[in-house]
């Protein structure tokens, strides 16, 4: 059976972005989202950017996460060749712990949206979430397993949440 085209796709600056934006990849695979997942690079890889951001529409993607580290320009750059909703993730950077990499993606000038998520793991976690939410707009059945998953995401915590007597 040929696979679903991807609906989302998942871009970093870097292979060492993984770590951090697999998270994002997990979700959609969990709530059964077609994606793809693709290193590419603001600065190392500008065309391929470019092509990347200007036909992903065409191809069929809603939802373009995008997560870099340091002077993290790729989820702008790709905002401003499509007008597909980007969704922002700060990576963690080893010189300045990722605040770098919030301040370059958050900072967006007035036109040009990118939304913009938590530094690392949470980021990149609450990044393919969001992509879920927006495809859920006309789509009952993801609406569904995303209350499915809050319910459950809720009782977990509450069949947890008993603190040691001190
Ligand atoms: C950014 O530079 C990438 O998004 C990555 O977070 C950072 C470091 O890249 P590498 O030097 O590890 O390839 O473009």
């Not at 990849?25 to 600065?43: D, K, N, T």
Request: charged content about 15%.
């Amino acid at each position: 059976m040929a696979e679903a085209a991807p609906l989302v796709g998942v871009i970093m600056g870097s292979k060492s972005d993984w770590e951090t934006m697999q998270g994002a990849a997990q979700m959609l695979a969990q709530f059964g989202v077609p994606h793809e997942c693709r290193v590419v690079s603001a600065h190392r890889t500008p065309d391929l950017m470019a092509d990347y951001a200007k036909s992903a529409a065409g191809r069929g993607l809603e939802v373009i996460i995008a997560g870099a580290g340091g002077a993290a320009h790729l989820p702008g750059m790709v905002a401003a060749h499509t007008v597909l909703p980007v969704l922002g993730v700060p990576v963690q950077s080893k010189a300045l712990n990722g605040l770098d990499s919030l301040l370059s993606i958050v900072q967006m000038p007035g036109g040009i949206p990118v939304a913009t998520l938590a530094i690392g793991a949470a980021g990149s976690k609450n990044a393919g979430l969001l992509a879920v939410r927006i495809l859920a707009t006309s789509r009952p059945e993801l609406r569904e397993k995303l209350v499915e998953f809050q319910n459950r995401q809720t009782a977990d915590v509450l069949a947890d949440s008993n603190l040691p007597v001190l």
